[in-house]
């Protein structure tokens, strides 16, 4: 493969060029061909890769040499092949890149790059959201990448340059009495570059408020205190970085039947005294919607029921707990003379073997429930 131009007329330098020659050079070429400016022009990104390449071997004296007597061929045996795409170039150059052309390429060195900010957001489900799981919207404000000048802060087609003040190093020198104190550059606030025109749509901060609407999938079974991570829904990071995380803090409305115990639900139903003595079959809510339950003759106030399986899936198994029914037994209150007198023949036929707390409810005594 010998399609290679020469590096020394790529950079249109003379081949005794000194190395400021070449930089100059390099750096005319690179901000006319720059990818930032020629977003999707293959030739220029061509152009780009060429130059770079070029002024990768010439600045390195080793490399030159090898180049000098042996051109491409020999620099290809000693192991130097060009770049592949810019992200090997903007890694091979890193701040060097950045001093050259003086400005940031907005690919800066991964050690300048922030990731964006966590948020937290909470949210408020009702039972059954929680129970079997829902998928909603949520309205957050949030801070993104503007999308005008993508982070870097510079109006479209300018550029961040080196700050003047402190010559890019962040940093500025001041004589008092012996000492001489260093203190955070004023102008570029310490990151050693300026910008002459900030973005418009950001006011150069690199980042605007937006309004944006998530969908969150909230799966079945989560609680009070459960807590959902959507990645990269978070705050936009700077200089490229990537962006922070979204935490959904859950919070479940109680419900007016049923109590959540992890996955078992509990609930009370009512029965009357007489269903209670003779058995009977009652309809009680389930999460679904109902089920009829056999109550045994003789059952106690207090009494606890299952329906196996009719509570929440378990966030990890997706199993269902348990619903579990305590029986309450309601007092018959106006009774009629009639029932009243049916009691009272059922009192003396039943009154050595009723527990003492019948007999107080038969006596409509202190045995009150709500
Ligand atoms: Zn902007
Ligand atoms: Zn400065």
Known sequence: MTTKRDYYEVLSVDRDAADDQLKSSYRKLALNYHPDKNPGNKEAEDKFKEASEAYEVLRDSQKRKIYDQFGHKGLEGSGFSGFSGFEDIFSSFGSIFEDILGFSTGRRSRSQTQRGADLRYDLTLDFMQAAFGTETQIDLQKMEVCPSCKGNSCEPGTYQETCSLCSGTGQVSRNQGFFTVRTTCPHCHGNGQ??????????????????????????????????????????????????????????????????????????????????????????????????????????????????????????????????????LIKTPTNISKKQASLLREFDKIENSKLSSKLKNILKGGSAKRG
């Open 194 to 327: 300026s910008i002459p025109h900030p973005c418009k749509g950001c006011k150069g901060n690199g980042q605007v408020m937006v309004n944006k609407k998530v969908s969150v999938k909230i799966p079945a079974g989560v609680d009070s205190g459960s807590r959902l991570r959507l990645t990269g829904e978070g705050e936009g990071g700077a200089y490229g970085g990537p962006p922070g995380d979204l935490y959904v803090f859950i919070n479940v409305e109680p419900h007016e039947f049923f109590q959540r115990d992890n996955t078992d639900i509990h609930c009370q139903t009512e029965i009357s005294f007489i269903q209670a003595a003779l058995g009977a079959r009652i309809s009680v809510p389930t999460l679904n919607s109902k089920k009829t339950l056999e109550i045994p003759k003789g059952t106690q106030p207090g009494d606890l029921f299952l329906f196996r399986n009719n509570g929440i899936p378990s966030l990890r198994t997706g199993r269902r707990g348990d619903q579990i029914i305590q029986i």
